[in-house]
Structure formats: C-alpha cells, structure tokens
T-cell receptor
C-alpha cells in the first residue's frame, strides 16, 4: 500500500521569499507523483506531476518539484512567492503497475502555505 | 464552461435522512471519482467508475452508493446520514483509468445535524 507524508502542516513565509514544501512517499512499486493546490472554498487544481523522465518537473504559477527516488521525496519549490500563493497544497501518489495507473490517488495531509506581505 | 460541476454546493440535513449529491463532467472523460475531505482536510478516495463500471470501492459504509447513469455523471447517494458523514465531498474525472491527471469539482459541503 502507498502512503504520503507531508512534513510540514503549515509554512509561513514572506512575499518574494523562496519556499519549499516537503513530501515523502512510501510504495513498493513505481509511482506517479502529483502536487495539487486548493484555494479557500474551492476544489483542487493540479500544479504539476511526475510520470517519468526528467526528475525536475515544472508546473503552473512558477512552481517546480524534484523527484528523488533514493529519498522517496517529491518536494515542491518556488523561488519567489506571491500573496496569491496562499493556499493549501497536497502531495499525492498513484501506483503504477505495468505502466498503467489504476487512478487511485493517495493524498498527504496537506500543507498550508501562508504568504505574508 | 465548468469542467466538473457538483450540486448542491452546500447541503445541511438532519441525522437519519437520505440525500444525494450530483456530479457532471463535460470533459468527455471515461473515469469519475468521489473523494471525501474530512474536517482535518484529509482527502480519501471513496469510489471510481470507468464507463459506468465500478472499479475502485474503498472501505466505505454500505450507506454510500454511487450511481453512474452515463459516463458523464456520477452521483453519490447517502442513506441514514450520520454526524460523521459531515465533510466536503469532491467529484473528479480523468480521461481513463490509464490517465494520471484528475480534474476536481468545486466540492459539496455536507453538514449533518
């Protein structure tokens, strides 16, 4: 069974500062990895995903993440945050078997990013 | 145009009642999902359907029954509502079970009194 741990429940940061949101996963098989963002009272929106290939993945809104297989991590980064980045961020994994994702996403507990002026 | 829509957005009801939440997607996707987000914001999959066929059924009480009249719709019916059912329920869809990007609806906040 797969599991996801987001190491920080809350991350406060000042505007224009860099930020890293940490995510570790556990799985006995290959996985696909995702970061979703949830703005207040809204649904989830995909930020970026890792399926295969280059371990550095770039997403929307200037975010990027790096897949580290040896450390089973998929940390999310942004070099300079804006007030509008204030939201909750979820890391998720989907197990791959034979190159096919079954579609079951397992989510981490979420990290609340608060950007202060 | 809304890609994945849910109705209602808010649902307040008494314990013991039966209620339904509707979900529709206009993306032409083959697979649809229901997730539950509890008060601690923890998201957990409940069901998924592919072309109206149930493919994922997590450990969910029998009081919850998904129904897919066609591949664009996946409704969630809940019988004998309990206090612990209070949560936000999200519908999602993806191109097919092989796809890796799920598109989420805005959520339905269910409050059981």
């Amino acid at each position: 069974a797969q599991s996801v741990t987001q190491l920080d429940s809350q991350v406060p940061v000042f505007e224009e500062a860099p930020v890293e949101l940490r995510c570790n996963y556990s799985s006995s098989v290959s996985v696909y990895l995702f970061w979703y963002v949830q703005y207040p009272n809204q649904g989830l929106q995909l930020l970026l995903k890792y399926l295969s290939g280059s371990t550095l993945v770039k997403g929307i809104n200037g975010f990027e993440a790096e897949f580290n297989k040896s450390q089973t991590s998929f940390h999310l980064r942004k070099p300079s945050v804006h007030i509008s980045d204030t939201a909750e961020y979820f890391c998720a994994v989907s197990e791959v078997a034979g190159g096919t994702s079954y579609g079951k996403l397992t989510f981490g507990q979420g990290t609340i990013l608060t950007v202060h002026p | 145009d809304t890609a994945v829509s849910q109705t209602p957005k808010y649902l307040v009801t008494q314990m013991g009642n039966d209620k339904s939440i509707k979900c529709e997607q206009n993306l032409g996707h083959d697979t649809m999902y229901w997730y539950k987000q509890d008060s601690k914001k923890f998201l957990k999959i409940m069901f998924s359907y592919n072309n109206k066929e149930l493919i994922i059924n997590e450990t969910v009480p029998n009081r919850f029954s998904p129904k897919s009249p066609d591949k664009a719709h996946l409704n969630l019916h809940i019988n004998s509502l309990e206090l612990g059912d209070s949560a936000v329920y999200f519908c999602a869809s993806s191109q097919e079970t092989r796809s890796d990007t799920q598109y989420f609806g805005p959520g339905t906040r269910l409050t059981v009194l």
